[in-house]
């Protein structure tokens, strides 16, 4: 008898329908992320729409910095931008998985664009930029670093500014070169039944950062530390 593999999902289809669910049963909905480089991780849904109160503090940090027209990117079930929202700010939101733009279009006053940050293109510039929860590792690999900062620079207004938390393991107490060298990771995610295909993402440390704040002649500064996590704040000047 044949036997048919799984079907292989998006991965963020995967976190999506996990939150959607838990939206609409009210109970607690878990991820597992499976990482080639560190140990399996499991996330609760509820994490995704994490109210202010319930945020690390180098998020409600960055959130206090948010002003004037905010690009919240990679912006998940819209955590940042609901509170964001309901500041009266003007937070437009960028996600490129559909199932997470339709959560966020639900919250009143919302901007959403699904749309791949890559192939977004807008004559905009933004007062502030947001790039949490690892924000850089949209950019997948450290060859496609300098592409993603080239357009952040572009879409950046000459007085605003880019706000970007980074993991960076070099900073982690239990830091492992043996595990944890490469800033490119795959990884895959598995959610009721449903298995992801692999994807990829960087984790670009404060070098890589630092160096593309350079090129481009962008000043950067380390505004919070805390072990391997690390916030900063870019500016043209
Ligand atoms: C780690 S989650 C962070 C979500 C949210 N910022 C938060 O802190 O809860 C990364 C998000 O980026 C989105 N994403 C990944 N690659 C993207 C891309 N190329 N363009 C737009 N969104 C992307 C994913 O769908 C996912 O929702």
């Given amino acids: 008898m044949e036997t048919k593999l799984p079907k292989l999902l998006p991965p963020n289809s ?5 939150v959607k669910d838990f939206i609409e049963s009210k109970e607690e909905k878990f991820i597992k992320i499976w990482h080639n480089q560190l140990k399996e991780e499991s996330y ?17 940090l960055a959130l206090s910095l948010c002003q004037g027209s905010i690009l919240d990117i990679g912006a998940g079930a819209g955590a940042h931008t609901r509170y964001l929202i ?51 590792g949209i950019a997948q690999s450290k060859a496609r670093l ?3 900062f080239d357009k952040l620079k572009d879409l950046l207004a000459d007085n605003g500014r880019i706000i970007v938390e980074i993991t960076d393991y070099k900073f982690s ?13 795959t990884y895959r995610v598995m959610y009721e039944g449903s298995f992801s295909e692999e994807f990829h993402w960087l984790y670009p440390n404060l070098e890589m950062v630092s160096l593309e704040c350079k090129r481009l002649n962008l000043k950067h500064q380390l505004i919070y530390e805390e072990d391997e996590t690390l916030l900063l704040e870019i500016k043209k000047h």
């Fill in 14 to 18: 995967l976190i999506s329908r996990a």
């Fill in 44 to 60: 609760s849904a509820s994490y995704f729409l994490r109210t202010y109160d319930k945020m690390p503090e180098y998020e409600q």
């Fill in 86 to 136: 309901s500041k009266n700010l003007d937070v437009t939101s960028l996600e490129f998985d559909s199932g997470f733009a339709e959560i966020i279009q639900q919250v009143e006053n919302s901007k959403v664009i699904q749309e791949d940050f890559f192939s977004y293109s807008t004559k905009e510039k933004f007062q502030t930029i947001l790039l949490l929860m690892n924000g850089l």
């Fill in 146 to 148: 300098p592409i993603m």
């Fill in 173 to 185: 107490p239990e830091y492992d070169p043996t595990t944890m060298n490469d800033p490119e990771v």
